[in-house]
């Protein structure tokens, strides 16, 4: 499950960066049209474009790994509270049922008194 996880958080990394490359080759590409048919004064212009669509596409790409290390991070707490919580259930069965049912009972009385109303 571990493995299908990281897979598809890396598919999703992967995706966002291709989307980022691709939207700063496009980007690029339309620059540079629009610069071949301006006068040469606006060699200037295209020079920050340039600059501003390579800062937008690296946070891009910045974003995706940030976004893909904490996708793994809630994964891999999610599975150490799954195994926490089993191996409290194996050591204290008995509590654990009474405390399940202390919540459930919890949960219908405020959830039935708001239903009523």
Known sequence: MENSIDSKINQARDGVTQIGKDLRSDAHATI?????????????????????????????????????ARGKQLATSAKNLTESSRNHVRASPVISVLVAAAAGYGLSKLLGSRSSK
Request: charged letters at 30%; aromatic letters at 0%; proline letters at 5%.
């Open 32 to 68: 540079d049209k629009v610069a071949e048919q301006v006068p040469p004064a606006t060699d200037r212009l295209a020079t920050k474009a340039h600059n501003g669509v390579d800062k937008v596409a690296d946070t891009v790409e910045s974003t995706s790994d940030r976004l893909a």
